[in-house]
């Protein structure tokens, strides 16, 4: 996020998470009014990942999308989809790579959920 105000929004957000938890509707709000600084930064892969944040806690009532993997997984690996999914702290971790999506890794990781979330879409 390269706006100083969308920045600072990112910032109250995830304070917000961590001190009060997951409050939907006011996670809803504030990721929506996040989204038009994103295409104001001409960021269109982040803008996508934020609609359907809110979409899907909106839809779902949580955030129930895994933390993406750092490796990729050998086909006798257990798979992050059957792990426990703690919600805040996966939506923490997405809400931190969306403060600087220039890193390579970031933007891995935000396909990785704007993949994981259009999936769960799909399957639910």
Known sequence: M???KGQKLLDKIQRDLMRNGLIINTIVDDL???RPYAVEDEDPLLAKVIRLTYEHIEEYQTFDIPIPDDEPLDENEESTASQEINPEE???YLLSLMSDTSI???EIDLREY???LQEYAEEN
């Open 114 to 116: 704007s993949r994981a």
């Open 104 to 106: 390579k890794n970031n």
């Open 32 to 34: 929506k009014e996040l």
């Open 2 to 4: 390269k706006n100083p």
């Open 90 to 92: 996966s939506l923490d």
